[in-house]
């Protein structure tokens, strides 16, 4: 039997998930871990799949979360992938925006738009747009990085019905997004790990540097 993986290191937790390919959800799993504090998600992952007699070898679909979010969490999921599946035939890899995986899609109306918003730091938000297309939520092509004023004459003249967002960022996102959108927000205490797993807009490309950056990468 084969089997299809997700992994996140896009914000304050890792998350992994395992999944029969095409069929049943195993787990989803969730732990405190950040950008270079993450020396044990390797060793965490093969514990998880242990659980369920699942070695690497036996992935053959692996989704990693492409942000946006901390760009050292981000590359070291990527590369963590890259590595194992590196040279491996009849294996496929892909990023998926880890924003389709917050909020439910069933609660949109076909062609309907939303947004993921996330903290941006710097007293920021980064504004992640989608669209439901064909019942799942996929990007529409906007984003945006707003402070507390941009923010209010953004919603000024676009609004969503419904939009989403981490709720462990909660604290920051509320000193700039104004109160009527905070009205219309709701949290999630992580990003759907199935979501990412399942999403079927996004084919299996083989390119783990299709990472989000809204605000521009830094590299030293």
Request: hydrophobic residues 45%; contains cysteine; negative net charge.
């Amino acid at each position: 039997m084969k089997y299809s993986a997700a992994i996140d290191l896009s914000g304050k937790f890792a998350g992994f998930a395992l999944a029969e390919t095409g069929g049943e959800l195993l787990l989803a799993e969730y732990k405190p871990m950040h950008g270079r504090s993450s020396a044990g998600l390797s060793a965490w992952m093969l514990e998880l799949m242990a659980k369920f007699s699942v070695a690497p070898a036996d992935i053959d679909r692996w989704t990693v979360g492409g942000g946006p979010g901390s760009f050292t969490g981000m590359r070291l999921a990527a590369a963590l992938v890259e590595g194992i599946t590196i040279g491996k035939a009849g294996v496929m890899t892909r990023c998926v925006p880890g924003a389709v995986a917050l909020g439910d899609a069933s609660e949109f109306d076909e062609g309907e738009k939303t947004a993921s918003v996330f903290d941006g730091r710097n007293n920021e938000i980064l504004l992640f747009e989608l669209i439901r297309r064909n019942g799942e939520m996929i990007p529409s092509g906007e984003t945006q990085v707003l402070d507390r004023c941009q923010a209010h004459e953004y919603f000024a003249v676009r609004s969503y019905r419904k939009m989403a967002a981490l709720d462990y960022e909660a604290v920051n996102i509320e000193k700039v997004l104004p109160a009527a959108e905070l009205e219309k927000t709701s949290w999630a205490e992580h990003l759907s790990l199935e979501k990412l797993i399942e999403c079927r807009y996004k084919d299996f490309d083989n390119d783990l540097t299709a990472l989000v950056y809204i605000r521009p990468a830094v590299f030293s």
